[in-house]
């Protein structure tokens, strides 16, 4: 059974930090890139950061640039988000994905529960 068990939100001031992590089971963790995504009410789903498969390689939504920190302990099939100079605009559910694209085309995608994020100015 694929699980997505993020946690580490919360409630924190303008200018806070927090740490968000998320536990994955059910799957080869080392295969897939992960990546968050956050939703704010009444605003579409968006991508914050991505890591791939190895952790050598990571991206940024424009917004998360220089703030955000996106790694990955595959030994503990794990990732997390660094979250730093937090804003009000980063508040927000934040989800863990993790996906996958075969040779063949075939598409997996896990996604996690969700965990709160909220900033207050």
């Known amino acids: 059974q694929v699980q997505l068990v993020e946690s580490g939100g919360g409630s924190v001031q303008s200018g806070g930090s927090l740490r968000l992590s998320c536990t994955a089971s059910?799957?080869?963790?080392?295969?897939?890139?992960m990546r968050w995504f956050r939703e704010a009410p009444g605003k579409a789903r968006e991508l914050v950061a991505s890591?791939?498969?190895?952790?050598?390689?990571?991206d940024y939504a424009p917004a998360a640039q220089g703030r955000f920190s996106i790694s990955r302990d595959n030994t503990q099939n794990t990732v997390f988000l660094q979250m730093n100079s937090l804003k009000f605009e980063d508040t927000a559910e934040y989800y863990c994905?993790?996906?996958?694209?075969?040779?063949?085309?075939?598409?997996?995608?896990?996604w996690g529960q969700g965990t709160q994020v909220t900033v207050s100015s």
């Open positions: 890591i791939t498969e190895d952790g050598f390689d990571t």
């Open positions: 994905n993790a996906y996958r694209i075969t040779g063949w085309g075939i598409e997996y995608d896990y």
């Open positions: 059910g799957f080869t963790f080392g295969s897939y890139t």
